[in-house]
């Protein structure tokens, strides 16, 4: 019982995430862009979120539309300080994100004066959130748990397929072209600049949306909550991409969306062993070491079973694309 | 069709500066094929840079097809320019396929939207577009442009620049990398497009005999000036043999 709890909460996070991973998809593996803002827009989209539940009393999809614009404004912001400004990726990340940590807490004074966390069931008329009442009226707890895990399948499954569609028009094509090559760009006639700030309001919005899914589905929101959530989608992203990632026709957004999960649920069991939660971020950074150290060599490696189960080639039958001339 | 008007241009790193052009002036007529010869460091990637835009003059103007295009940024000047760079990872996008690069490319002058940019039915004109170059691409559209070998990504990128109407095809050393096979098969290649899309093309070139054989102009730099511009019959009865003496002199005094 309690491992398929573990799993179930392992699943919930791990969803919530994955809308994470796959905004640090855009952002860092298609436009080589280590974004570390998200440390801030994470928990902006969640306290935009709870305003908007609790303060506006606004339907909780519009919550998340509205972080999903907060966070575009951030990604927007940090893509001027880095394109017009020509700050580094990494600092203009580092700028955004300190700045907003006055941003949300300033934001967070609208939602209790003092407080920097606020628990949806300790605010009166209650926050009408996805995984709150009215909408979870009479469950009970596992059931509760079940439909999280499915609302956040759904938002999911959403962002996956709307950007899947997306790298398949030729704003998509372009934004790949963005991250792989500038100079093509610019020969194509287009400014790479505009291609990328493009990119990094589509991360960032992404981040945001993740950020008020993470808020609702805790139901608090903690204006701590951005602390290490880079290496969490860093994390999430390589062991994705490298796990799943050559598995012919699995898409790079369904890996590591995966990724994600895999990660939450080894992340669910090891809070069973650590109570206190005092080794949990040494076990993120650990395990984010571990990832890259055999993310590159050894995964790929040892994943080839993998790749030939699905490709239903027998293995070492591979035929790999040479360089002939 | 291309002009280039007096010409200033300084390169400075620290305290050291490089005069690059003094006063360099240049006018191309609309269908000419120019190919630039000179020493190493005589300016000729630079010329290219200004004509494009990827480098600003300290002074004097370029047009473009009677357009002063001097402050409109390099990307804006490609909308009418194509080019093809020395580097075959310059042109084109290694982790995308041939037909992806492609699509790309074929819609150049146009909207990048939210439309699809790939569909399955635009496949098979891009096939036969591919074979016509004759370097293997049909069988590799979905091959990722990193896989291809230098002679079939140089290919590539040169097909890409010329895809779409351009008023002017900018080549720089877009055979120096291949080897003198590949090379050989690159510039025939290149000759036909230019030929049969009736462009404008000024290819600069490392190699004095593709200078001699293809192209209606003849341009040899040196220290940022030309000291042999040979056009129509002269042109055509030029010999390598001819250049040769003037080539060496230039090369030597670069210590080259
Ligand atoms: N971006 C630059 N910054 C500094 N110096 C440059 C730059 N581009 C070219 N130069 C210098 O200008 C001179 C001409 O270079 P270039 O045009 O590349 O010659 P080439 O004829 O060999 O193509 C060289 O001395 C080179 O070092
Ligand atoms: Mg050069």
Redesign the pocket.
């Known amino acids: 019982m309690l491992f398929l709890n573990t799993a179930l909460e392992g699943l919930r996070l791990g969803l919530c995430y994955a809308v994470l991973a796959m905004a640090l998809y855009v952002s860092y593996t298609i436009l080589d862009f280590p974004d570390l803002s998200v440390e801030g827009n994470f928990p902006l989209g969640g306290v935009i979120g709870t305003i908007a539940l609790y303060r506006l009393g606004l339907p909780p999809l519009l919550a998340v539309l509205l972080s999903f614009l907060s966070g575009a404004l951030c990604g927007a912001l940090m893509g001027l300080l880095h394109v017009k400004c020509r700050i580094s990726k990494l600092l203009s990340g580092i700028i955004v994100m300190t700045g907003l940590i006055s941003v949300t807490l300033a934001l967070t004074q609208l939602l209790s004066r003092g407080l920097t966390v606020v628990y949806f069931n300790y605010i009166p008329n209650g926050v009408r959130g996805f995984f709150n009442a009215p909408f979870t009226a009479g469950f009970s707890s596992s059931a509760k748990t079940l439909y999280g895990v499915a609302v956040l399948l759904v938002f999911a499954l959403a962002v996956k397929l709307l950007l899947d569609l997306f790298f398949a028009t030729k704003a998509g094509f372009l934004l790949r072209a963005a991250g792989g090559n500038e100079q093509t760009v610019r020969t194509l006639g287009q400014d790479p600049g505009r291609i990328k700030m493009l990119g990094l309001m589509l991360s960032g919005g992404l981040v945001g949306v993740s950020g008020c899914l993470y808020a609702q589905m805790r139901l608090q929101y903690d204006n701590t909550s951005g602390a290490g959530k880079v290496v969490i989608a860093l994390v999430a992203v390589i062991m994705g991409l490298s796990l799943f990632g050559r598995i012919p026709r699995v898409r790079p957004t369904t890996a590591v969306a995966l990724g994600a999960i895999l990660y939450s649920l080894a992340l669910c069991f090891f809070t069973l062993i650590d109570r206190g939660g005092i080794y949990l971020k040494l076990f993120n950074a650990a395990f984010f070491a571990a990832v890259l150290i055999l993310g590159e060599n050894r995964l790929k490696f040892h994943t080839g079973w993998l790749k030939t189960l699905f490709s239903g080639k027998k293995r070492g039958g591979e035929k790999e694309e040479t360089t002939d001339a | 069709m291309l002009e280039l008007s007096h010409i200033r241009k300084t390169?400075t790193?620290g305290v050291d500066s490089?005069r690059?052009f003094e006063d360099f002036s240049l006018s191309l007529d609309a269908g000419c094929f120019l190919s630039v010869v000179?020493?190493?460091?005589?300016?000729?990637?630079?010329?290219l840079?200004l004509i494009c835009g990827s480098?600003l003059p300290d002074a004097g103007r370029v047009f473009l097809d009677g357009r002063d295009v001097t402050a409109l940024p390099e990307y804006r000047r490609f909308a009418r320019v194509g080019r093809v760079y020395q580097d075959p990872s310059a042109g084109t996008v290694a982790d995308m396929t041939v037909a992806e690069n492609l699509a790309l490319a074929h819609n150049k002058g146009r909207r990048y939207g939210l439309t699809r940019a790939l569909p399955p039915s635009a496949l098979a004109a891009m096939r036969e577009e591919v074979a016509g170059l004759g370097v293997g691409l049909e069988d590799r559209m979905q091959v990722p442009v990193g896989r291809l070998s230098g002679g079939q990504r140089q290919a590539l990128a040169l097909l890409m620049a010329t895809c779409t109407p351009i008023d002017l095809l900018v080549l720089d050393e877009h055979t120096a990398a291949l080897d003198p096979k590949n090379a050989e098969l690159l510039m025939k290649i290149t000759d036909r497009i230019v030929r049969e899309k009736r462009l404008t093309a000024v290819m600069?070139t490392h190699n004095l005999r593709y200078a001699v054989e293809y192209g209606d102009r003849l341009l040899m730099?040196d220290r940022g000036g030309i000291v042999l511009d040979a056009r129509g019959e002269e042109k055509a009865r030029l010999t390598t043999d001819d250049l040769l003496p003037l080539f060496g002199r230039i090369s030597i005094e670069c210590g080259n």
């Open positions: 390169f790193a490089v690059v000179g020493s190493n460091g005589s300016g000729k990637t630079t010329m840079n480098v600069v730099l």
